[in-house]
């Protein structure tokens, strides 16, 4: 590590499951901070017995993330050194961390980033699927509604999206994600780096099928390939222009009626927006 920095915050990657993947940068770091803010003590603890490392741990986790937050804050900006790491691989990526990183921006807290494993960027990798370009979407919400507004958003994404899914909510994604995307191809990796780390193709129908046999057990990243480009008729679009049109006629803002009617038809929102403005 660089010589230590007084009132200072080290972004720190862990391993996501084989503890082998620790560097000897992040080690090092965790060794010279002052204390080290976790998502779970328990799982950092075990990762420090590994090091043989002995350090303060702070909890600092989504439901104590503003009241911790500050008190992490106040030490560092007293001189104290500090490392984030969250349960696994990069702080900041679909954790809280991302919420103390803007508080040290806020506050002028230097932050040096310790970069390592990343799942998203291990399943991607090993997903056969374009990677020059990708979008990752974290976690779906687990409320029907704003989990189908979330991939309906994306239905003409054309980029490559990574998506992170807990076993017991893999079948319901799959299915809602046919329901939305239509048949499309899918990379299912599932216990990264661990002992039973495996990484499958399938069709979104094929992945369900298997998993309908299987029960999906340990923690799973899907990447999924992106839209075909949609050649849309002149009939297409002004059909959907007229729908669009009817529902601002009906009260609904430009905005949302586009969004609507693109949901419903499969139109680019982008080119029906257009396309109702200039009508």
Known sequence: ????????????????????????????????????????????????????????????????RIQSGELIIARVLAGESCALVS???????????????????????????????????????????????????????????SRFEHLGELKTEKRTMVFYEAPHKLMRTLQDMLKIFGDRNISVSRELTKIYEETHQYTLTGAIAHFEKTPPRGEFVLVIEGAKEVQISETELQDAVASARELINNGLSVKDAVKKTALDTGIPKNALYNAVLSD
């Open 1 to 64: 590590m660089e010589e230590k920095s007084p009132g200072s915050i080290y972004l720190v990657a862990t391993p996501i499951g084989n503890l082998g993947d620790i560097s000897a940068r992040a080690a090092k770091t965790l060794s010279d901070v002052d204390f080290i803010a976790a998502e779970d003590t328990r799982v950092t603890h075990r990762l420090l017995e590994h090091l043989k490392i002995k350090k303060p741990l702070v909890s600092y986790y989504k439901y104590n």
């Open 87 to 145: 349960d696994a691989g990069t702080p900041g990526i679909s954790d809280p961390g991302e919420d103390l990183v803007k508080m040290c921006i806020e506050n002028g807290i230097q932050m040096t980033i310790i970069p390592g494993p990343c799942a998203a960027i291990a399943a991607l990798t090993a997903s056969g699927l374009p990677a020059g370009r990708f979008t990752f979407e974290g976690f779906l919400s687990t409320a029907k509604k």
